[in-house]
C-alpha cells in the first residue's frame, strides 16, 4: 500500500547552487548527501515533513554524474526542474507486483538501491500519464520487514 509521498525528485545542473536556493528561499535545511554511481547522481535530501506512517517527505536534488544517465539525459533534452514523483511503501515488492500485473510497465525486475539504504523500483513514465514515477521502501521498514 502506497501512504506517503517520499519524495520529489528534482534534476538540477548544480547541486550546490540549487541546495542554496531552497536553504536561502524557503529555509529547507540538507538531511542527506550521497551519490549513487548505478543512477548516475549526486544528490541531496531535504526532509519537509514527517509522516502518519512513521516515514517522511523529502524533496530530492539531483545532479548527474554522467551525461548518458537517465537524469543527465532528461536534463540534456529538458533542462531543469521536476524527474519524477516517489511513493512510500512498506512493501516495494509486492506494490510492484499488483501494480505490473496492472499493465504498468515497472523499470526493475527487481528493486535497486536508493537513497538512505532504500529499496527502490520505477514506473514507465509512458504508462503514466507521462509521471516518471518511483516506488521507495525506506531503510528502516526494509529492516523491520525482513
Ligand atoms: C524520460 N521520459 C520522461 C522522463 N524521462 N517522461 C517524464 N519524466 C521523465 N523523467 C520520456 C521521454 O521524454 C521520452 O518520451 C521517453 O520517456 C523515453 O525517454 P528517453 O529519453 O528515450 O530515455 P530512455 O527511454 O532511455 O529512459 C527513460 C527511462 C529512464 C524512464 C526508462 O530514465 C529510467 O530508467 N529512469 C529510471 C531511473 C532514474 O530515473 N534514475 C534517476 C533518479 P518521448 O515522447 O520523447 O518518446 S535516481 C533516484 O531517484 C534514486 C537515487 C532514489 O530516489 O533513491
New binding site residues.
Given amino acids: 500500500m502506497l501512504t506517503r509521498i517520499d ?1 520529489i ?1 528534482i534534476a538540477c545542473f548544480d547541486l550546490d547552487k540549487t541546495v542554496e536556493f531552497y536553504r536561502a528561499t524557503y529555509g529547507f535545511e540538507v538531511f542527506h548527501t550521497e551519490v ?1 554511481e548505478e ?3 549526486r ?1 541531496a535530501m531535504l526532509k519537509i515533513n514527517e509522516t502518519s506512517d512513521g516515514g517522511a517527505s523529502y524533496l ?1 536534488l ?1 545532479e548527474p554524474t554522467r551525461e548518458d ?3 543527465g ?2 536534463l540534456a ?1 529538458n533542462g531543469e526542474g521536476v ?2 514523483i ?1 511513493f512510500g511503501t512498506a512493501d516495494v515488492d509486492g506494490d510492484a507486483d499488483d501494480i505490473r500485473q496492472k499493465g504498468v510497465r515497472v ?1 526493475y525486475d527487481q528493486p535497486r538501491t ?2 538512505m539504504g ?1 529499496r ?1 523500483t ?1 514506473l ?3 504508462d503514466c500519464h ?3 514515477t ?1 516506488l ?1 521502501t525506506a531503510a528502516e521498514a526494509t529492516a523491520a520487514d525482513h
Fill in positions: 519524495h525528485g549513487n543512477q548516475g547522481v544528490e530530492q539531483l544517465s537517465a537524469v539525459k532528461w533534452k524527474h519524477h516517489a523499470l536508493g537513497s532504500s527502490i520505477f514507465h513514465p509512458k507521462g509521471v516518471l518511483e521507495v
